[in-house]
């Protein structure tokens, strides 16, 4: 499975919206890209995923250039609960589970009041 | 109750000693996985299983052995536990239809 970038942290104002970036230049077209989030030291949970479109769900949406290689998923009104390390991951759901996925040191957001 | 519960939740053990780490989940995933987190690191696969009959290792397995009693229990034991096995470690499911994985809350284990 490809490997990913992050910036080791980023801060964002209360009630605006947090962008965190995620390069995955090597990326294959089999591969899904993933977000997952893990606040403080509980378990990574998941938050979005996507292939080539961008998608949108309760919790987040997911940026991803046309050429794959990048992408940015956004919380739209981060709140203080938002704090945490952000996890962007490339998948390949054929490979049958996560046997192959490196979770990374991710990106740590920082929500200030 | 939590869909993937790890017991117990923080173990101090001394250097030596056999210590199991267990793992239940109420998903109905047939894969499991254990991975182990240090600071600033990210998440290090220990072993995964997709079955009961199927064990694998993962990146750092030394030291380390599992053991998958039924689809939902997935148990890690350090037979002799050393100082730098000191860390969280996770109990992680997911299957082949729901593509998201559901991690445990976490064991943060002390090894002394």
């Known amino acids: 499975d490809a490997k990913t970038t992050q910036p080791p942290s980023m801060d964002c104002a209360e009630g605006r919206a947090a962008n965190l970036p995620c390069n995955h230049s090597t990326i294959s077209g089999n591969e899904y890209v993933y977000w997952y989030r893990q606040i403080h030291s509980q378990g990574p949970q998941y938050i979005i995923h996507g292939l080539k479109n961008n998608e949108t769900n309760e919790m987040a949406s997911l940026i991803i250039t046309e050429d794959r290689k990048s992408s940015t998923l956004i919380l739209p009104h981060a709140t203080l609960r938002d704090t945490a390390v952000y996890y962007c991951i490339v998948r390949d759901l054929n490979s049958g589970g996560y046997q192959k996925v490196t979770f990374g040191t991710g990106t740590k957001l920082q929500v200030i009041p | 109750d939590a869909d993937v519960t790890q017991t117990p939740r923080n173990r101090i053990t001394k250097t030596g000693k056999r210590i199991m780490l267990e793992c239940s989940q109420t998903?109905?995933?047939?894969?499991m996985y254990w991975y182990r987190q240090d600071p600033g690191l990210g998440l290090r696969l220990i072993y995964y299983s997709f079955d009961v009959k199927d064990i694998n290792k993962g990146e750092i397995s030394d030291g380390y052995s599992v053991s998958r009693q039924a689809q939902a229990k997935f148990s890690l034991s350090l037979e002799s536990a050393i100082p730098n096995q000191t860390a969280l470690y996770f109990c992680?499911?997911?299957?082949?239809?729901?593509?998201?994985?559901?991690f445990g809350q976490g064991t943060r284990l002390t090894v002394v």
């Open positions: 992680a499911t997911s299957d082949a239809v729901n593509t998201e994985a559901f």
């Open positions: 998903k109905g995933h047939d894969r």
